[in-house]
């Protein structure tokens, strides 16, 4: 099946500092989707791409669609202590709907005051 | 609106037995969708649906059953439950094949 690696595993970072984080594709797809998880909670979408390219931000939150359709990255600006939790990306062969995305192993943000 | 609502949260089961977990969600959302949360996995496939009537299997199918007889209801059965469908299940939906998932907030399954 399809695969995502997603990196870093883990971040530590400092509040106010900028964060990266990344996934890349073995195969292409046509829907990039970043997901935020908090503890005891499903999985929140913070932002959706659908285009090769695309760069889409969502407040402090800017995200991009990859030129090759098998990468995304997510970038955080100015963290703050609530952006602390798992951040998954997705990618689908359609919109990302029920018929299958597959998710990437998640990054772990925690924010050191 | 409730968005996705699952049930039970909290579940302990001993190896054999049998349970459904419930979702219900009122966005009248066509696609409906299981997935298993494990550590270092992040989220699996099991079963999904495209619309009342219709099933179809996901990545990791085996040991679960699910049916969808309304629009809103789409149960996920353990049949005989065994240690490795210890997990955290998370039930989505989406309101066409085109768009993203809106999760429930899990049900957390331990089978002892």
């Known amino acids: 099946g399809q695969q995502l690696n997603q990196s870093p595993q883990s971040m530590f970072i400092q509040e106010g500092e900028d964060v990266s984080m990344n996934c890349t594709s073995s195969?292409?797809?046509?829907?990039w989707l970043w997901y935020k998880q908090d503890p005891g909670e499903g999985p929140v979408l913070l932002i959706a791409?659908?285009?090769?390219?695309e760069l889409t931000s969502n407040g402090r939150l800017t995200a991009q669609f990859g030129i090759t359709r098998k990468d995304s990255f997510l970038n955080i600006s100015a963290s703050i202590p609530s952006d602390v939790g798992i951040y998954f990306c997705?990618?689908?062969?359609?919109?990302?709907?029920?018929?299958?995305?597959?998710f990437g192993k998640g990054t772990h943000l925690i924010i050191q005051p | 609106n409730a968005g996705v609502t699952q049930t039970p949260k909290f579940q302990v089961l001993k190896t054999g037995q049998s349970m459904t977990l419930q979702c219900a969600q009122d966005?009248?959302?066509?696609?409906m969708s299981w997935y298993r949360q494990d550590p270092g996995m992040g989220l699996r496939l099991i079963h999904y649906?495209?619309?009342?009537?219709?099933?179809d299997q996901g990545e990791v199918p085996n040991g679960y059953n699910v049916s969808r007889s309304t629009t809103e209801d789409f149960p996920l059965r353990l049949l005989s439950a065994a240690p490795s469908q210890t997990s955290v299940y998370f039930c989505?939906?989406?309101?066409?094949?085109?768009?993203?998932?809106?999760f429930g907030n899990g049900t957390r399954l331990t089978v002892t």
């Open positions: 966005m009248n959302h066509e696609y």
């Open positions: 791409l659908y285009k090769a390219g």
């Open positions: 997705a990618g689908s062969d359609s919109g990302g709907g029920a018929d299958g995305l597959t």
């Open positions: 649906s495209v619309g009342a009537g219709i099933t």
């Open positions: 989505a939906s989406s309101r066409e094949s085109n768009s993203p998932l809106h």
């Open positions: 195969s292409i797809f046509n829907t």
